[in-house]
């Protein structure tokens, strides 16, 4: 079963005691058919994405 390339999640997601992760750089990633979501950053504040291909049909 496909759902994601790549996830980030924190059990800090939830907004009731938000503590983000800070100064994330997701870089020179390559995602091919992953089926859904190709990257996902949850719980990251100001997420900085370079580089990163996703490819393939849903």
């Given at each position: 079963?496909?759902?994601?390339?790549l996830f980030?999640?924190?059990y800090?997601?939830?907004?009731?005691?938000w503590f983000p992760s800070l100064y994330v750089v997701i870089r020179d990633n390559y995602?091919?058919?992953?089926?859904?979501?190709?990257?996902v950053s949850q719980a990251i504040d100001g997420a900085l994405v370079k580089h990163s291909?996703?490819?393939g049909e849903l």
């Amino acid at each position: 079963m496909d759902r994601s390339g790549l996830f980030g999640v924190s059990y800090h997601a939830d907004r009731t005691r938000w503590f983000p992760s800070l100064y994330v750089v997701i870089r020179d990633n390559y995602a091919e058919d992953t089926g859904d979501d190709s990257l996902v950053s949850q719980a990251i504040d100001g997420a900085l994405v370079k580089h990163s291909v996703a490819t393939g049909e849903l």
